[in-house]
């Protein structure tokens, strides 16, 4: 498995490897081992999937406050996305700067997202189904968001002429400046 850092280097791009022949292909695309030489060390506790029908569907940008916060691995089983990683660590030198990556399942890539960071993602394609690995088990009363098209995140969402499609939960979670933020940021 390749793991490669972003320009946020707690966020990282996996690229598990594909061995393939005439009856199709296997991956390994979660070994604790390999992820722990990488430095992600966690216990994931909760498998979950979303299959989004049309393309510009957006989820998020969300995460969970602590003692309940979650590190997520996601990947992309059908379809492709553009994926978001906001740095919500107050005291980070990169509080309010974002990461993404074009997640597919032709590409074979994950993303590890760590505790501390608002994730979401916008679908690039019709019926995209997303299976991510999550650290703590879903806590609705924890459960909070971002703004996806706060403009003060600076994201460049590949929108569809047709506009997003989103929930209107998603539509009115907080801007960063409303936001106040139950993560610090600890130098490693």
């Known amino acids: 498995m390749h793991i490669e850092p972003l320009e946020i280097p707690d966020v990282k791009l996996l690229t598990p490897v594909k061995h393939g022949d005439h ?36 989820r998020g940008l969300h995460f ?4 309940f916060a979650q590190a997520k691995l996601v990947r992309v089983l059908r379809g492709s996305i553009f994926d978001v990683a906001v740095d919500l660590r107050r005291g980070s030198p990169t509080y309010g700067q974002h990461v993404s990556a074009t997640l597919s399942a032709e590409a074979w890539n994950q993303i590890w997202v760590p505790v501390g960071f608002g994730h979401g993602f916008m679908t690039l394609t019709p019926g995209t189904e997303v299976m991510y ?36 939960r998603d539509r009115e979670h907080p801007t960063l400046s409303q936001l106040v933020s139950p993560f610090e940021y600890v130098e490693s």
């Open 64 to 67: 969970q406050a602590p003692p």
């Open 23 to 58: 009856r199709g292909y296997f991956s390994e695309v979660y070994n604790r081992r390999t992820l722990q030489d990488g430095g992600i060390s966690v216990d994931f506790v909760q498998d979950n999937c979303s299959l989004s029908a049309d393309a510009g569907t957006v």
């Open 133 to 168: 690995k999550v650290s703590a088990y879903y806590a609705p009363d924890h459960d909070h968001g971002l703004l996806w098209n706060d403009p003060a995140l600076r994201i460049q969402w590949p929108t569809p002429e047709s506009g997003p499609v989103l929930s209107d």
